[in-house]
């Protein structure tokens, strides 16, 4: 069995990342980590159903990456584009995040999907977050 366990994210603010995302999602921070030869300090954000975790990661001298003004946007730079949650209500994620200091990128609406609402919105930061409530395995059409 494979199973996705975390997405890595390079920050430059850990505390305040670390802290929007506990506050916005809910999350669960463990204790910090890292690689002190390198500079390299990390801390896991878990959702408390253990299900999925955040990792945020700081190193001295990083640099920004992708800062795409939208989906499609990033969409043209290769590379990881955004991080997408399943939630059963998007209006109230959106809502919730924007609330908690997040940038509406794309309001709740269709998704190419039949059946499925979709919206983007950028953390603190600019990294790109999508919610959406399909139901059934990723991928699936809803009528499968």
């Known amino acids: 069995m494979t199973a996705l366990d975390h997405v890595g994210l390079s920050v430059a603010d850990l505390d305040a990342q670390r802290d929007w995302y506990a506050a916005a999602l809910g999350l669960v921070p463990t ?8 500079g390299l300090q990390v801390v896991f954000l878990v959702d408390p159903d253990g299900t999925w975790a955040l990792e945020l990661l700081h190193r001295p001298g990083s640099q920004p990456g992708l800062q795409a003004a939208s989906a499609p946007e990033a969409v043209l730079t290769q590379g990881f584009g955004h991080i997408c949650l399943r939630v059963a209500d998007v ?7 924007t609330a908690a200091g997040a940038t509406p ?4 609406g269709p998704s190419p999907v039949s059946g499925v609402r979709m919206a983007f919105v950028a953390d603190p930061e600019g990294n790109l977050i999508e919610m959406l409530d399909r139901p059934g395995p990723p991928g699936t059409p809803v009528d499968a």
């Open 31 to 38: 204790e910090p980590g890292g690689i002190p030869a390198l």
């Open 91 to 97: 209006e109230e994620l959106f809502g919730r995040l």
């Open 105 to 108: 990128i794309m309001p709740p």
